[in-house]
């Protein structure tokens, strides 16, 4: 079993419209908790950092569950501009510095 | 800064041939990641450092890769002899290590990658 899964999708999304997706990961040592974006043929990019109480980067909004272990990822308002691959990323506290990716949830905006 | 820097952008080889990647992180940070990217299996981490001594390369496929970081400003991957299906994107990172409650500060930056084709 990976120990960060998520549904690759596509999610086909109208253009103002809200998309929300999950992961779950497996290892409960799991520490510290990141979205990365991945534009196609280019490398993958920090988008926020996800915290305990959940936050928000503008349309971005960002959820952690400690309890059922998964991290959801919400946009909204989506723009031409967000279609990426939305990867999930986990550190664990024994293995300080080490992401584990998720294999990425596509995400296209349609006009 | 001019982020993390990779070499070369685009590598077509043919089966045996050895192949070099290279890397130059951004300088202060003291971890250095190798990754490689295929549609099949996703994002996979090779290998990694930490000030220059590795310290998991379980990721490595096998015996044929191998990498190397003398110093803080350089790491090589290589492939000896190389196959077909080590045709990838192999992606370089660098990041300082912030401590647990460090968050976005622990963000992996990577390079823009090495298209690999071996024919």
């Known amino acids: 079993r990976k120990e960060v899964e998520q549904d690759p999708g596509p999610f086909n999304v109208p253009e103002g419209a809200t998309v929300a997706f999950n992961c779950t990961y497996s290892n409960s040592a799991s520490q510290s908790f990141f979205w990365y974006r991945q534009d196609c043929r280019k490398e993958p990019k920090l988008l926020m950092s996800?915290?305990?109480s959940g936050n928000e980067d503008g349309r971005f909004t960002a959820q952690l569950n400690r309890a059922s272990q998964y991290i959801s990822l919400l946009i909204r308002d989506s723009k031409l501009s967000d279609s990426a691959t939305y990867l999930c990323?986990?550190?664990?506290?024994?293995?300080?510095?080490?992401?584990?990716f998720g294999a990425g949830t596509q995400v296209v905006v349609t006009p | 800064d001019a982020g993390v820097i990779q070499s070369p952008r685009h590598e077509v080889t043919e089966m045996g041939q050895e192949v070099t990647l290279r890397c130059k992180p951004i300088?202060?940070?003291?971890?250095l990641f190798w990754y490689r990217q295929t549609m099949m299996r996703g994002l996979e981490l090779l290998i990694y450092?930490?000030?220059?001594?590795?310290?998991?390369d379980s990721g490595m496929p096998e015996d044929r890769f191998s990498a190397k970081m003398p110093n803080a400003s350089f790491s090589t991957l290589k492939i000896q002899p190389s196959e077909p299906r080590d045709s990838a994107v192999y992606f370089c990172?660098?990041?300082?290590?912030?401590?647990?409650?460090?968050?976005?500060?622990?963000?992996?930056?990577f390079g823009p990658g090495t298209r690999l084709t071996v024919l």
């Open positions: 996800v915290y305990s």
């Open positions: 300088s202060g940070h003291d971890y």
């Open positions: 450092f930490n000030n220059n001594v590795p310290i998991d």
């Open positions: 990323v986990v550190m664990t506290t024994d293995s300080w510095g080490k992401l584990q």
């Open positions: 990172a660098s990041s300082f290590f912030e401590g647990p409650a460090g968050g976005a500060y622990n963000e992996q930056f």
